[in-house]
């Protein structure tokens, strides 16, 4: 990120002229040497959290176990750690509570110089994830870091070492000992990664999705028809999906994992021929079923409101492009103009490059959104409940039902300004007998 390399060094500097030892710490020099571009830059130093604070102004400790301080500096965020370990506290002491060993490297930018203790060079080298030290104990100090193991892993294509694997199966259930919160936060990451696919897959493989997300678990097995599903069972057909999955919000990211989460609950096998032997596999209502699914899911994550409402919403609608190309134009065009719908339609898309690969509905859409213009997809209100009340109408239970029908009309180009709209309300009005004098006691 620009300029925030060069700050971070002032940092460090200004650690130096006061004698204290500073280093860039983790992640940023793990990425550095991969040829990555850091996200965020972390410095460890053997100041304390007190005598960090008085060398700089904008400062807040976060945490109280492991306190770290966050300082802002032109509107830049950078973590300090203090050494940890034993006294007399060192480098090198720190980087042996570290979690991985990719993550415990240290780098003096004043010498240009990288200090590895624990062999993270090599193992970035090999293409490895491993615990420092002994695994079960770097697991346990904080068991996100059973997740953490699996984002590095699937993130960069590493290899999960032996001993740090079989540490974290067996202590895979010890995950819910984790705030919803930062599982949650660490899922995202997970998800919202290029190589969604394989951090999935190590969830499941490790025990780890089993608790946090039994819902997905569940749809190992699930069979499907397979005349749409060619690739296999549910939970196949969800990570292929995952696979297919390039870039995407997070909400778009977790909707795709939990799309068919209903399927276990309404599975149904149907015997069509007793003769030929042959079954009809059908999941009635399970995208209903799996978006109430999914709201308890986000609840139980701590999602907020917004992107509760966004995932549940993707989950609720993916089935409805099934129909787009029998769809009255107003229904289409009240479909096209949802919320976040370039989102719904790279669901679908996905959808369909996991299982059948016919994409011809999608293509359907994509076709309309250029043909429509956005005035054709939302065209302004012709007439509001306030014109209805400023021709005599009383609010009650038809207002929504005409401006229904008005909308309606619109979409369908039945109707282009006011003045047709109005005839089309006292049209409608009359037919149902509420015209005239009746106007006041109607609605």
């Not at 996200?39 to 176990?65: N, V």
């Not at 897959?201 to 819902?215: A, N, R, S, V």
């Not at 306030?386 to 619109?410: C, N, R, W």
């Amino acid at each position: 990120m620009t300029g925030m390399r060069e700050e971070a060094l002032k940092i460090i500097e200004r650690l130096r002229k006061h004698h204290f030892k500073a280093y860039l710490a983790g992640g940023c020099v793990r990425d550095t040497l991969m040829g990555l571009e850091p996200q965020d830059y972390d410095i460890a130093t053997d100041a304390s959290p007190e005598q960090i604070k008085k060398l700089f102004d904008k400062t807040f400790i976060l945490g109280t176990q492991f306190p770290v301080v966050m300082i802002l500096l032109n509107q830049h965020q950078f973590q300090l750690t203090s050494f940890r370990g034993r006294e007399p506290w060192s480098e090198e002491g720190d980087t042996q509570l570290r979690d991985f060993t990719i993550n415990g490297l240290l780098y003096d930018p004043l010498e240009d110089k990288v200090l590895d203790y624990v062999g993270g060079r090599k193992d970035i080298e090999g293409k490895i994830t491993r615990a420092i030290g002994d695994p079960v104990a770097r697991f346990r100090e904080d068991r996100l870091r059973l997740m953490r193991a699996i984002r590095l892993a699937s993130r960069y294509q590493f290899q999960i070492e032996k001993n740090t694997l079989i540490a974290l199966k067996d202590l895979a259930s010890e995950i819910v000992l984790v705030s919803p919160e930062r599982i949650r936060d660490e899922l995202i990451k997970i998800l919202s990664d290029k190589n969604a696919y394989a951090g999935a897959k190590l969830l499941l493989d490790t025990g780890i999705m089993q608790h946090i997300l039994p819902e997905v678990a569940a749809m190992a097995g699930i069979e499907q028809p397979p005349e749409y599903h060619p690739e296999g069972d549910v939970l196949t057909h969800t990570l292929l999906m995952l696979k297919h999955m390039e870039t995407s919000s997070p909400e778009l990211a977790v909707a795709v994992l939990l799309h068919d989460i209903g399927k276990p609950l309404t599975y149904e096998k149907h015997v069509v021929s007793e003769v030929n032997l042959t079954d009809r596999i059908t999941f009635k209502n399970h995208a209903r079923v799996g978006s109430k699914l999914t709201e308890d899911i986000c609840l139980r994550l701590r999602f907020s409101r917004k992107e509760t409402d966004k995932i549940v919403s993707l989950v609720r609608h993916h089935l409805k492009f099934i129909h787009v190309q029998e769809m009255r134009l107003n229904k289409l065009k009240r479909f096209l103009q949802m919320e976040d719908f370039s989102d719904h339609l790279e669901l679908h898309r996905l959808d369909c490059l996991a299982s059948h690969r016919n994409l011809s509905n999608w293509e359907f859409c994509q076709a309309k959104l250029k043909e429509l213009s956005p005035q054709a997809l939302r065209p302004p209100r012709l007439i509001t409940g306030h014109d209805l009340i400023a021709m005599g109408y009383k609010p009650g239970p038809l207002f929504s039902e005409v401006l229904t029908l008005i909308e309606d009309a619109q979409l369908e180009e039945k109707i282009s300004n006011r003045q047709e709209a109005l005839e089309l309300v006292d049209d409608y009005l009359s037919r149902k007998g509420q015209a005239g004098s009746e106007r006041s006691e109607s609605i």
